[in-house]
């Protein structure tokens, strides 16, 4: 309660003051104008998994909340997040999948970021679900960042064999969700996804919070 009278929360997009609808943590004029992806828009196609979907475009406040999220600490944005992404897997998914997953950080990254940004979605989305997510690969390899990288073949290649399964035995035979902070090209969801067919799961699914425009 002094936290909140001392930091009174905020909206995650647009940083305006919640007041009664902090629970929610996404303020009225946001709930109605946020860039929300509709119907088949929500859809993006991928190599090794079959589709992944996210429920906004990743332009203007989405990007600028993400960017808080993943480099400034806000790691509590993961349950606002949650919620929306669990409604976009529910349209699209219901009853198509076994287990939840997250793409992982390489260890180096971790340590540097402090936290996992798509495991928190991950295990937030699970907790929306009443199940857990659950952890299935490791990354083996630090890579670039993705952001620094040109097109669809320069991030292919430095993705390639970044990852590898934990514990094939959790993977085999499963309809896995495989999830993700953001989606541009499609890379990294696609060698994550590889990796898990690889390792014995029946299919692949995935979501994100956001896509980049098409």
């Keep these: 309660m002094l936290l909140n009278l001392l930091f009174p929360p905020r909206c995650v997009f647009c940083r305006e003051f919640l007041g009664k609808y902090k629970v929610r943590?996404?303020?009225?004029?946001?709930s109605n104008t946020l860039p929300f992806c509709e119907g088949v828009d929500a859809r993006q196609a991928g190599e090794f998994f079959s589709v992944c979907?996210?429920?906004?475009?990743?332009?203007?406040?989405?990007?600028?909340?993400?960017?808080?999220?993943?480099?400034?600490?806000?790691?509590?944005?993961a349950r606002t997040y949650a919620p929306l992404v669990a409604q976009c897997i529910t349209e699209h998914y219901a009853g198509r999948y076994d287990l939840i997953t997250w793409v992982p950080l390489s260890r180096k990254r971790r340590r540097k970021r402090g936290y996992d940004q798509a495991e928190l979605l991950a295990r937030s989305i699970g907790t929306a679900f009443g199940t857990e997510a659950?952890?299935?690969?490791?990354?083996?390899?630090?890579?670039?960042?993705?952001s620094s990288l040109g097109g669809r073949d320069e991030r292919k290649a430095n993705i390639a064999k970044a990852y590898a399964p934990l514990d094939e035995a959790t993977i085999v035979g499963k309809r896995i969700l495989l999830i993700d902070d953001i989606v541009t090209t499609g890379s990294s969801l696609s060698e994550c996804a590889r990796c898990l067919l690889m390792a014995g799961a029946e299919e692949v699914l995935c979501a994100t919070l956001a896509r980049a425009e098409v």
């Design 25 to 30: 943590g996404i303020c009225p004029d946001c």
């Design 53 to 77: 979907v996210s429920p906004l475009y990743y332009v203007d406040m989405v990007r600028e909340s993400h960017h808080r999220y993943k480099f400034q600490g806000s790691k509590w944005y």
């Design 134 to 146: 659950v952890g299935t690969m490791q990354k083996v390899r630090d890579t670039a960042p993705l």
